[in-house]
């Protein structure tokens, strides 16, 4: 995953963490460095994102908000398929992630360009 994550960093996509985790993303972070390739931009206790969580539909408001984008024009990656499809009813294109060499054709068929 850090080599698609690094590539698609480096094609110049704009990534940003959607997370209903509490302070303990932190812990996340310090141990995977996230950071490096994305932004914890939109968690559930900070933020633009504080006080909402998947799958709410303003939580998916709240991102197209502070991006100052049309959920159209975003990509929604999750595990869990309630959040995917809580993303693809805001209007955003839903990826559920079960590897990363299916969210790699997923995205290419998308057509992104990494």
Known sequence: MPQLLQRLKQAGYDMHAMSNYPKWYQLIESKLQLSQYLDWTFVSCEGPMRGLRKPAPAAFEAATT?????????????DRQVNVDAAAEAGMAALRFSSAAALEQDLKTLGLEF
């Open 66 to 78: 502070h991006l100052s984008l049309p959920a159209h024009q975003l990509i929604f990656i999750d």
